[in-house]
Nanobody, 116 residues
Framework: QVQLVESGGGLVEPGGSLRLSCAAS????????MSWYRQTPGKQRELVAT????????TYAESVKGRFTISRGNAKNTVYLQMNSLKPEDSAIYYC?????????WGQGTQVTVSS
């Protein structure tokens, strides 16, 4: 059974940092790509960052470039999202996403709130 489990969300003041983790299990092989998305009420889910798991190539939304970093963990199918210089507009539910051949899987989401 495939599972994506996110952790690391919480409440942080503007300018602070958080590190999100996503551990994917149940895959026979390495996933093709893993991404972080975020969503706020009434808005579409937004792609934040993607890691190509074999090549290590990364892409970022313009709004987070230079502040967020996606990286792979040592464990198979694990990614992190280091979020620095957080702004109130970064507040959202953050979802982990995995592409595995023709399939797409989602985690349950973790809340990030940036507020003083």
């Amino acid at each position: 059974q495939v599972q994506l489990v996110e952790s690391g969300g919480g409440l942080v003041e503007p300018g602070g940092s958080l590190r999100l983790s996503c551990a994917a299990s149940g895959f026979t092989f390495n996933t093709n790509a893993m991404s972080w998305y975020r969503q706020t009420p009434g808005k579409q889910r937004e792609l934040v960052a993607t890691m190509q798991m074999t090549s290590g190539d990364t892409t970022y939304a313009e709004s987070v470039k230079g502040r967020f970093t996606i990286s792979r963990g040592n464990a198979k199918n694990t990614v992190y999202l280091q979020m620095n210089s957080l702004k109130p507009e970064d507040s959202a539910i953050y979802y982990c996403n995995a592409h595995y051949y023709a399939m797409t899987y989602w985690g349950q989401g973790t809340q990030v709130t940036v507020s003083s």
